[in-house]
C-alpha cells in the first residue's frame, strides 16, 4: 500500500550557534519535497543564532516553535501518515521523539549521529542543548515538550563521540550501540530485531568532509555506508524520518550539496512509495 508522507521543514532556531543550518534546513527541505512529489509544510522563520547562550536560553527561545512542530508531527501520525521532518539542529528532535513515542511505543528509534545525546544538564560537559536530546524526550529532565521515549528502544548507530555518562548507558545496556565499522547493515539488522524503525539522520554520522554539519568527527560513515544502511531499513517497517544538522554552506562559503544526502535517502522514499 503506498503510504501517505506529511514533510514538515522547520526554519527556527533550535540551539544553533551559527545561522547555516536554519539555511540548510531550507534548501534540503526543498530537495526533499521534490524527491517524495509532496509539498513541505513550512514552521518558523530563520532568527540570529543564538551563539554562546547558555542551553536554558536556547530552549527558551526555541520553545514556542518547537511546540507548533510537535503538534504537526502528532497530526501527521493522527492522519495515518509517516512524518518526515527536516530540521536544522537535533535539538528540535525535543519536539518530534514524544510525538513518535506516543504514536508507535514498540517501534525503535534509530539515531545516526557522531554522538549519543544522552547527556542531562547535571553531567553535560559543553552545556549544548543538542547533547540532551534523548534523555529529554525521555523524561530524564524537564524539556517543556513532552516525554515518552523508552530508552531501551534506542538504537545508536555511527556514535562515536560519547561522554563517560552515556558510555555508561552503553555499557548497561540500557541503549544499543551499533558502532563504525564492517557488517554495518547486518549489525543493524540484528539490533533491531524485526522492530518497526523511526529513523534520525544526523549529518556529523558521516566521516567529515562529505557535507557540511557543525561539527567534524573522525571515523564516520561514507556515504556509501550510511546509503547501505538505509537500505537495510527500507527492507522492514519505517514509521517516521527526520533530518538534521545540515549546513547550507561550508565554513569557507562553499555551498553545501543538498543533492548528496537525498541520494542517501532514497532507498527509504522508495520503499515508503511502492
Avoid at 518558523?44 to 503538534?71: I, K, S, T, Y
Avoid at 545516526?112 to 540532551?132: C, K, V, W
Amino acid at each position: 500500500m503506498r503510504l501517505t508522507i506529511s514533510l514538515t521543514v522547520f526554519r527556527g532556531r533550535a540551539g544553533d550557534r551559527n545561522d547555516r543550518a536554519m539555511a540548510g534546513a531550507e534548501r534540503l527541505g526543498r530537495a526533499l519535497g521534490d524527491a517524495l512529489g509532496v509539498a513541505p509544510r513550512h514552521l518558523a522563520d530563520a532568527a540570529p543564532a543564538l551563539d554562546g547562550a547558555d542551553w536554558r536560553d536556547q530552549l527558551a527561545a526555541a520553545l514556542p516553535p518547537l511546540r507548533e512542530l510537535g503538534d504537526a508531527v502528532r497530526e501527521g501520525f493522527a492522519a495515518g501518515a509517516v512524518p518526515v521532518t527536516v530540521a536544522g539542529r537535533c535539538a528540535a528532535s525535543l519536539a518530534t521523539l514524544p510525538a513518535f513515542a506516543r504514536a508507535h511505543p514498540e517501534a525503535a528509534l534509530v539515531w545516526f549521529d557522531a554522538h549519543a545525546d544522552l547527556n542531562t544538564p547535571e553531567d553535560t560537559p559543553t552545556g549544548y542543548l543538542g547533547g540532551m536530546v534523548i534523555v529529554g524526550a525521555a523524561g530524564q529532565w524537564a524539556t517543556g515538550l513532552g516525554a515518552g521515549l523508552d530508552l531501551s528502544r534506542v538504537v545508536l548507530v555511527g556514535a562515536r563521540d560519547l561522554d563517560p555518562p552515556e558510555r555508561a548507558l552503553v555499557a548497561r545496556g540500557e541503549v544499543a550501540l551499533v558502532a563504525p565499522g564492517p557488517d554495518l547493515p547486518a549489525r543493524l539488522r540484528a539490533a533491531l530485531a524485526g522492530r518497526a524503525a523511526y529513523v534520525h539522520v544526523d549529518c556529523d554520522v558521516l566521516e567529515p568532509g562529505q557535507v557540511p554539519s557543525e561539527y567534524a568527527v573522525p571515523g564516520g560513515l561514507t556515504l556509501a555506508e550510511l546509503r547501505a544502511c538505509m537500505v537495510e531499513l527500507a527492507q522492514g517497517e519505517v514509521v517516521g524520518l527526520e533530518v538534521a544538522e545540515f549546513e547550507s554552506a561550508w565554513p569557507d562559503g562553499r555551498e553545501g550539496d543538498p543533492a548528496l544526502v537525498v541520494d542517501v535517502l532514497r532507498p527509504l522514499f522508495d520503499a515508503l512509495r511502492r
